[in-house]
C-alpha cells in the first residue's frame, strides 16, 4: 500500500498542481467536499484520483468501519489502558443507548449535563464577575481555546484559564480579581497533576489570605471524585466524568463547564449540536465524501508519503489564536507514537508537527519560510464567511481576500521570468536585474487546504472541533497505533518530581549527568539571591 502510494508520490511531485486545474475544469468540486455545513477543498493539493483511490485503500486495509463502529459502540479501543472511548457520548443529545460493559452510559451522561446547566444558571445569575478555570493540557486547552473562540456569545462571567505551574500564571491572573466575586473550577480528570493541584493550593491560600471563606468558592471536575472530596470540595460540587472521556477530548463534558458558564447553557449545547452533526457524518458517509476522512488522508499524503514533516494550521479567525495550541495536544499527543498497537515498530512516520498561527499575522512573521524557504509545509488555512462584526464588513473582506490570495500564491508561485519583469519595471538592467529577480522568485506548487464554513457559531466550532477529533483517530487507525494513551508524557513527570527536591537543595544532585548538576548548580548560585 505504502509501496504503491510512495510510486505515484514520484509522478506527482513532478506535475504542477495548477497544471491539474488546466487539465480539469472540474477539479475544485472534484477535489472538495460540503459536509454539515463546512466546505473542505483540498483541490490545491498534487492529490488526483488515482492517489485517492490509494489513499482510500488505506482506510480498507486498516478496517476502518470496524474500529469507528468499535469507537461508537463503547467497545474498549484503547488497548493499552482497557479503556473504551466513547467522548461521542458526551454529545450523544438526542441518540440512543451507549453501551459500555453492558451498561447504558446516555442515563448518567444527560444527568452530569442538567447538574452543569443548574450550576451554569446558577452562577450566570450570581454576584460572580470572573471564573477562573485551573487545569492543564486537556483540562484547559479545549474551554481556553472556545472561550477565545466563541466571544460573541460570551454573556456570562469572565473567565480566566491558569495552567502554567509557573507561579506568573496564578498571579497574573489573580491580580485585579476581587476574592468575593471569584469562582475557582479545579478541572482535573486525575486530580493529581502537580501542575493543577499547585494552582489549587495557591488559589486557596490566596482566599484565605484575602480573608474570604472558601466555601463555595470550588468546583471540581474530575473522574476521580474521591481525590476531589478529600482535597475539600464536596461532592454537589463536583462534576464527574469516565474514564473512557480522554483528556484531549474533554471538552464536551464537565472540562466544559467555564464555557456553558460563559456563554449559557443553550450555546453549549448547540456546541454538543455541532460535534453530533460531525460524528453522524462521519459514521455514515463514503470515505470520498467522508470529511474527516480526506482530511486525515490527504494529511498523510503530505506527511507520511511526502515526507514534509510539519503541517501549519492557519486560522484566518483571530479568535480561533487558541486552536493551534488545542490541536498541537489533540493530535501530537494522540498520534505521536511510535509503535503500533501490537509493540511492532512504525513502519512510516507518525503524525506530523503540527504548527501555526492566525491569518494575516502569520503573513507577517513565518510565511516567507512557507513560500520561499527549502522545506515544503503544506498548509491547512480556514476561514468564515461571515465575521461577527457587521460594522466592520470591510475587515472582514480583506480577512477573506488574504486568505484566499496566499493558497493561490503557494499554488502558483512566481517564475524567474515574472520576476525579471518585475525588476525590469522597476528599471534594473543586467546583472543587477538578474540577481534581484532571482530573489523575487516563488516556486510555487505548495500544497495547502481550506476549510471554510459560514460563521463562528458554537454550533460550527463544535463540528470543526469533532471533525479533527475525528481526522486523529482516521489517522491512527491506518498507522495501527493507539491514539488514546500518552505515555510519552510519563518520563519527564517521574523526572520532575525526582528534581524536585535537588531544586530545593533537599536532597542532592549525584547521580545526575553532568548537564544536570550543572544546571542545578546555577539555580543554587542564583534562586536566594
Ligand atoms: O500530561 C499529559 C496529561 O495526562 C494529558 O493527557 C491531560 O490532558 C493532562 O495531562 C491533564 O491531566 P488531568 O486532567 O488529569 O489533570
Given at each position: 500500500m505504502w509501496d504503491d502510494l510512495h510510486a505515484l508520490a514520484k509522478t506527482a511531485e513532478r506535475r504542477r498542481i495548477e497544471d491539474l486545474f488546466a487539465e480539469n475544469d472540474k477539479r475544485a468540486g472534484e477535489f472538495s467536499l460540503t459536509a454539515a455545513g463546512l466546505l473542505f477543498d483540498?483541490?490545491?493539493?498534487?492529490?488526483?484520483e488515482q492517489i485517492r483511490a490509494a489513499l482510500i485503500a488505506l482506510t480498507d486495509a486498516a478496517g476502518l468501519d470496524a474500529r469507528r463502529t468499535a469507537m461508537f459502540t463503547g467497545a474498549a479501543i484503547n488497548e493499552t489502558e482497557g479503556r473504551a472511548v466513547l467522548h461521542t457520548a458526551l454529545r450523544n443529545l438526542d441518540g440512543g443507548a451507549v453501551h459500555v460493559d453492558g451498561e447504558d452510559v446516555m442515563p448518567e451522561v444527560l444527568e452530569t449535563l442538567d447538574r452543569m446547566e443548574a450550576l451554569a444558571r446558577e452562577v450566570r445569575g450570581s454576584d460572580v464577575t470572573d471564573v477562573v478555570n485551573i487545569g492543564i493540557g486537556g483540562s484547559d486547552l479545549g474551554p481556553a481555546m472556545a472561550y477565545t473562540a466563541l466571544a460573541p456569545y460570551c454573556d456570562g462571567p469572565r473567565c480566566h484559564f491558569v495552567s502554567n505551574v509557573d507561579g506568573a500564571d496564578i498571579a497574573d491572573t489573580l491580580r485585579g480579581l476581587d476574592p468575593e466575586t471569584t469562582l475557582f473550577i479545579v478541572a482535573?480528570?486525575?486530580?493529581?497533576t502537580i501542575e493543577t493541584m499547585t494552582n489549587a493550593r495557591t488559589a486557596r491560600a490566596w482566599l484565605m489570605d484575602k480573608g474570604v471563606?472558601?466555601?463555595?468558592r470550588f468546583v471540581a471536575l474530575s473522574s476521580n471524585k474521591a481525590a476531589a472530596g478529600e482535597w475539600g470540595i464536596p461532592e454537589s460540587r463536583t462534576f464527574g466524568f469516565a474514564d473512557w472521556v480522554g483528556g484531549r477530548y474533554s471538552?464536551?463534558?464537565?472540562?466544559?463547564l467555564s464555557l456553558m458558564i460563559a456563554i449559557g447553557p443553550e450555546g453549549f449545547r448547540a456546541f454538543l449540536r455541532g460535534g453530533q452533526e460531525m460524528d453522524r457524518h462521519f459514521e455514515t458517509a463514503l470515505p470520498h465524501q467522508n470529511m474527516p476522512v480526506l482530511l486525515a488522508l490527504v494529511g498523510m499524503w503530505h506527511n507520511?508519503?511526502?515526507?514534509?514533516?510539519t503541517r501549519a494550521v492557519l486560522p484566518?479567525?483571530?479568535?480561533?489564536?487558541?486552536l493551534p495550541a488545542y490541536l498541537q495536544q489533540l493530535e501530537m499527543e494522540s498520534n505521536?507514537?511510535?509503535?503500533s498497537m501490537d509493540g511492532a515498530d512504525l513502519s512510516v512516520n507518525s503524525g506530523p508537527v503540527v504548527w501555526g498561527e492566525p491569518g494575516t499575522n502569520g503573513q507577517h512573521a513565518f510565511y516567507q519560510l512557507i513560500h520561499q524557504g527549502t522545506r515544503i509545509v503544506p498548509c491547512e488555512f480556514m476561514v468564515a464567511a461571515?465575521?461577527?462584526?457587521p460594522d466592520l464588513r470591510h475587515h472582514h473582506d480583506l480577512l477573506v481576500a488574504n486568505c484566499l490570495a496566499q493558497s493561490e500564491a503557494l499554488m502558483r508561485g512566481r517564475s524567474l521570468d515574472e520576476a525579471r519583469a518585475i525588476m525590469a519595471d522597476k528599471g534594473a538592467e543586467g546583472d543587477e536585474l538578474e540577481r534581484q529577480a532571482r530573489h523575487r522568485v516563488f516556486p510555487g506548487n505548495r500544497p495547502s487546504t481550506t476549510l471554510i464554513y459560514p460563521q463562528l457559531t458554537p454550533e460550527i466550532l463544535g463540528k470543526i472541533v469533532a471533525l479533527y477529533e475525528h481526522r486523529v483517530f482516521v489517522e491512527g487507525v491506518i498507522l495501527g497505533?493507539?491514539?488514546?494513551?500518552?505515555?510519552?508524557?510519563e518520563l519527564g513527570k517521574e523526572l520532575a518530581s525526582s528534581l524536585g527536591p535537588v531544586v530545593t537543595g533537599e536532597?542532592?544532585?549525584?547521580?545526575?549527568d553532568g548537564s544536570t548538576r550543572q544546571l542545578v548548580e546555577f539555580v543554587h548560585l542564583h534562586r536566594d539571591r
Open positions: 483540498y483541490s490545491k493539493t498534487q492529490i488526483d482535573s480528570k486525575t486530580f493529581t471563606s472558601t466555601d463555595g471538552m464536551w463534558g464537565p472540562i466544559g507520511q508519503v511526502l515526507g514534509h514533516a484566518y479567525d483571530n479568535r480561533l489564536a487558541r505521536g507514537k511510535r509503535v461571515k465575521g461577527h462584526e497505533i493507539n491514539s488514546f494513551d500518552q505515555w510519552g508524557v536532597a542532592s544532585a549525584e547521580g545526575k
